[in-house]
């Protein structure tokens, strides 16, 4: 079992910057993919940024690429994920998960196990 708690959400102007941070229990944390993912208001959850075990790999939807950064600790079992320019569509809230699986897709919700209760982001015009 592993737990997830995100945290480092508000309020932030367009163009502002914010830094989500998901601490994890367990200690097999640094062998599993993480995941952030965003839900908006009547919309479907949506893949944002995923990173390998080790850190050295990483995804991100092609809206977020290249203003958003995605980083783990494992030494403090905690994933990062700093955003940058943000506007006002990345209002949502946003959850991390873990991956546990060798073979997958990791922009796929369905293949992650284990989510945190989520922390909004409100970004206003």
């Known amino acids: 079992q592993v737990q997830l708690v995100e945290s480092g959400g508000g309020l932030v102007q367009a163009g502002g910057s914010l830094r989500l941070s998901c601490a994890a229990s367990g200690r097999t944390f640094g062998s599993y993919r993480m995941g952030w993912f965003r839900q908006a208001p009547g919309k479907e959850r949506e893949f944002v940024a995923a990173i390998g075990w080790s850190g050295g790999i990483t995804y991100y939807a092609e809206s977020v690429k290249g203003r958003f950064t995605i980083s783990r600790d494992n030494a403090k079992n905690t994933v990062y994920l700093q955003m940058n320019s943000l506007k006002p569509e990345d209002t949502a809230v946003y959850y991390c998960?873990?991956?546990?699986?060798?073979?997958?897709?990791?922009?796929?919700?369905?293949?992650?196990?284990?989510w945190g209760q989520g922390t909004q982001v409100t970004v206003s015009s």
């Open positions: 998960a873990v991956n546990s699986k060798i073979i997958s897709s990791v922009r796929d919700k369905s293949e992650y196990d284990y």
